[in-house]
């Protein structure tokens, strides 16, 4: 089973909005990511958490605020997003750091901010 | 600066033919490739991936053949078939950076009937 499930499908929210992404795995995976993708790019990696603990954070303005919970759960969590900020984010979750390894990825969420 | 690329930004091939999805690469430290089949609207699908210890692995349907001198892959699909139909990505990563995949610009694959 390589199943990553990420909450809400499709989120609309207002600039002034607080909203949360959520992802969960249960492969026992530790290593947890979290892309963002606009249309007709690829995806860009924004954070990755290892062991529970944030690992990378690709410069991302703080507006976006990940989370995880525990080593199945990952969180982002929106305030004050802009119109740009309008994508489909993707979560993902790999055996765990050191060795070369492979990323499964969720079904994404589709963010719109008005 | 692009370091993984896809230079066709799309592929038609009749059914039961062979596919060839290319992407080279110049960061001479990846030394893991991975290809991503990716739907409108959801997240990429794990196909196949190689080692740079190998320079061919084999899935079903699917090859990806690496040449490193050329720092060069490519991803067979044979015979294609209609549900090939999606928007192919190379990824690559490297020793040290194994958390980090590097992603090409996608070719969109149509298998026509």
């Known amino acids: 089973d390589t199943e990553v499930t990420q909450t809400p499908k499709h989120l609309v929210m207002g600039m002034t909005n607080k909203k949360s992404l959520k992802c969960e795995q249960h492969?026992?995976?530790?290593?947890m990511y979290w892309y963002k993708q606009k249309a007709k790019k690829p995806p860009e990696l924004m954070f990755v958490?290892?062991?529970?603990?944030?690992?990378i954070n690709e410069s991302v303005p703080s507006r976006f605020s990940p989370e995880c919970p525990n080593s199945s759960l990952l969180n982002l969590h929106l305030h004050a997003l802009q119109p740009e900020d309008s994508a489909l984010y993707l979560c993902?979750?790999?055996?765990?750091?050191?060795?070369?390894?492979?990323?499964?990825f969720g079904p994404g969420t589709r963010l719109l901010v008005l | 600066d692009q370091q993984v690329k896809q230079n066709s930004p799309s592929l038609s091939v009749q059914e039961g033919r062979i596919s060839i999805l290319n992407c080279d690469y110049t960061?001479?430290?990846?030394?893991?490739f991975l290809w991503y089949k990716k739907y409108p609207a959801e997240g990429p699908t794990f196909l196949i991936s190689?080692?740079?210890?190998?320079d061919k692995n084999e899935d079903g349907r699917f090859t990806v053949f690496l040449n490193k001198s050329a720092k060069h892959l490519s991803l067979h699909i044979v015979p294609s078939q209609p549900g090939d139909s999606a928007v192919y990505f190379c990824a690559a990563s490297g020793t040290g950076t194994a958390s980090k995949l590097t992603f090409g610009t996608g070719t969109r694959l149509q298998v026509t009937l």
């Open positions: 960061n001479s430290m990846f030394d893991y």
């Open positions: 492969m026992g995976h530790r290593a």
């Open positions: 958490y290892s062991y529970e603990k944030l690992s």
């Open positions: 993902a979750s790999s055996h765990g750091p050191g060795a070369v390894e492979t990323q499964y």
């Open positions: 190689i080692s740079s210890i190998k």
